[in-house]
């Protein structure tokens, strides 16, 4: 039974899957100047890297979510890690940028994590009140707690990842001995949390709709693909596949909606969008989430360029690297730590709005002090900071507005809305590292950055904007979001 496990033990093992989700997402980015010449491709290739990788959670979330609640969260979490073990693996032994791909695309199933350990969590506090007879308060109290501590686990096994992969960089001659890092991170992570996870008791029933899953995952990806490529040689915006690939994708994702609507089961449940606040949480989600991914690779580049040959950046090796993210992580960390007490006093709405504007503020230093290293690396701690806020609030607002017997699925739309949002934000770097990367060269102009700032700043103002539109469900809004 789910009461028998120490509750030290599901905290503990909770901490170790985050933790291991976050060094697979974190490992990366001080390598990221060095892959362009092991690998012998260019800066804007790698942002292919970050769409893969998220395109793989839009398809790998919604199902592993769904299938949690029908199946058992504990049984599908184990299959999810050994997914992301294999591809792990897969990114160990690459040599080639095409093996990274394909290995990345296989740790995208990381995404699962998140929405199956929520469903843990809040069975097991589900079974815990109905022994005790509560009315369900310090439950809810409890599940905010246990999500603050699953973000700041996740921002911690980043900035752990960075570290460890920016250090065997610099220790090991061998140019892709760091890329053995998560590997090493999730088969602990398995290893430790096989049996102390305890499993669900309660299932709803039901089936998996994967005919609203395959036609969700093509239509996105197509999408991805016309905004990813458009404007590249041979993928003009007016050619016929660029345009084929957006118009495609957004018929798909039309037809989806129509068959979500009419099955008894969907994958996701589209009438929950009639609802302002799960619409305001989404749209808030798709904007933090664009800026926080869409400028993972580009500041990691910018970062690891060499003023004297390019004309800016800051000439850092991969552990410097590693280390000058750790402020942004940290204060990601604090501000998910800090959120729950924020939003008892100043309300959910205004904590979104608050990391919203913390973001625009962050980018909007870093776009003016770009020359200057510490200016520079306190902007993206401010914006770390918005991020922080946002990445607990939207989470546990994900949550809330779902039945207990969905909880996994409520998660599931709220990871798929992070990784969409980041597909764009990667999509559209993407797009103006290409256009401003000359012919024959690896590293894009100084220009690519500006304008990538300048959105992201925009973009940041807009979620503040947003974040207004949010209102507290009222207390019977919950049972009936899942009808």
Known sequence: MNRATPATAVIASVVLVELSSGITQGFLSP???????????????LNWISVANLLASVAFTPVLSRMGDLHGHRRVL?????IVLLGSLLVGVSRDFGTLLAGQILQGAFAGFFPLLVGILRN???????????????????????????VA?????????????????????????????????TSLALAATW??????????????????????????????????????PGWEWTSPRTLGCLAGGVLVTALWVRVELRT??????????????????????????????GLMVANAVFMGTSRAEEGYGLGLDPFAIALATLPNLLALTLGALLAPAVAAAVTDRLTLVAGSLLMAAGYAMVLAFHTDQALFLAGTAVAGLG??????????????????????????????????????????????????????????????????????VLVSLAGAALALLYRTPKADDTAEAGR
Request: glycine share 12%; with cysteine; aromatic share 6%.
């Open 124 to 150: 097991r506090n589900r079974n815990r009140d109905r022994d005790r007879d509560s009315s369900g308060e310090d439950a809810e109290a409890e599940s905010r707690r246990g999500i603050s501590v699953m």
């Open 195 to 232: 049996r102390l996870l305890p499993e669900s008791d309660h299932r709803p029933g039901g089936r998996v709709d994967w005919a609203g899953g395959i036609l969700l995952c093509l239509g996105l990806t197509a999408v991805m693909l016309g905004l990813g490529l458009g404007g590249t």
């Open 387 to 456: 991020t922080g806020f946002l990445q607990h609030s939207t989470r546990t607002l994900a949550v809330e507005c779902v039945p207990r017997d969905r909880t996994s699925v409520g998660s599931g739309i709220n990871e798929l809305l992070i990784n969409i949002g980041g597909s764009l934000g990667a999509a559209a770097v993407l797009t103006v590292f290409a256009a401003h990367t000359p012919a024959g060269r690896t590293l894009p102009g100084l220009s690519a950055y500006t304008v990538s700032w300048t959105v992201c």
């Open 153 to 185: 686990a996740l921002v911690a096994g980043m900035a752990f990842g960075l570290v460890a992969s920016g250090f065997v960089a610099r220790s090991v001659d061998s140019p892709t001995a760091a890329l053995w890092v998560p590997a090493v991170a």
């Open 264 to 293: 008894a089961e969907p994958m996701i449940d589209v009438r929950m969008f009639r609802r302002r606040g799960v619409v305001a949480v989404s749209l808030v989600t798709l904007t933090f989430t664009f800026c926080m991914f």
């Open 78 to 82: 184990r299959w999810n890690l050994l």
């Open 31 to 45: 390598l990221l100047r060095g892959l362009t010449d092991t690998l012998g491709v260019s800066a804007a290739d």
